[in-house]
């Protein structure tokens, strides 16, 4: 049995925000690399920002695997939220309406004393994606 070696994470060249947010009006360059042992379908992106320092810090790269239902979304997990502005890397909580309907997401930043929590509203929310590894050092 032939075990597949091929690239299964895609490393974009947007960079995810831990801080504040950004446009993304610039263009992405994607490419794609393997590291053994790490299976599934991807994405990776590069840290710039302190607002989830000590936890990841600016330069740190974070990967991250496509939530495929809102549902599975874990209260103070860390998540890459991404809106057509901006990504952001930070914990997340879900903002339920009267009728327990989730309206918004709560952003925390772990650089509590720099960093206030902000809301997202979840028509904005393109993408969620949560952080399975961090990579430092690179």
Same mark, same amino acid.
């Given at each position: 049995? *032939?075990?597949?070696?091929?690239?299964?994470?895609?490393?974009?060249?947007?960079?995810?925000?831990?801080?504040?947010? /950004?446009?993304?009006?610039?263009?992405? +360059?994607?490419?794609?690399?393997?590291?053994?042992?790490?299976?599934?379908?991807?994405? *990776?992106?590069?840290?710039?920002?302190?607002?989830?320092?000590?936890?990841? $810090?600016?330069?740190?790269?974070?990967?991250?695997?496509?939530?495929?239902?809102?549902?599975?979304? $874990?209260?103070?997990?860390?998540?890459?939220?991404?809106?057509?502005?901006? /990504?952001? /890397? !930070?914990?997340?909580?879900?903002?339920?309406?009267?009728?327990?309907?989730?309206?918004?997401?709560?952003?925390?930043?772990?650089?509590?004393?720099?960093?206030?929590?902000?809301?997202?509203?979840? +028509?904005? /929310? $393109? !993408?969620?994606?949560?952080?399975?590894?961090?990579?430092?050092?690179?």
């Amino acid at each position: 049995m *032939a075990i597949s070696i091929a690239p299964n994470i895609l490393l974009t060249s947007i960079a995810a925000f831990s801080g504040n947010t /950004v446009s993304l009006n610039v263009v992405e +360059k994607k490419e794609r690399f393997r590291i053994p042992g790490i299976t599934g379908t991807l994405v *990776a992106f590069n840290i710039n920002g302190n607002s989830m320092y000590p936890t990841i $810090k600016p330069g740190d790269m974070v990967i991250c695997s496509l939530l495929e239902n809102l549902k599975e979304l $874990k209260e103070n997990e860390i998540y890459a939220i991404v809106t057509e502005q901006s /990504v952001w /890397v !930070k914990r997340v909580q879900h903002k339920a309406n009267d009728y327990g309907q989730w309206t918004h997401l709560q952003l925390i930043s772990d650089n509590h004393e720099e960093y206030d929590p902000f809301l997202v509203n979840i +028509k904005d /929310v $393109k !993408k969620i994606l949560r952080v399975k590894l961090k990579l430092t050092g690179l």
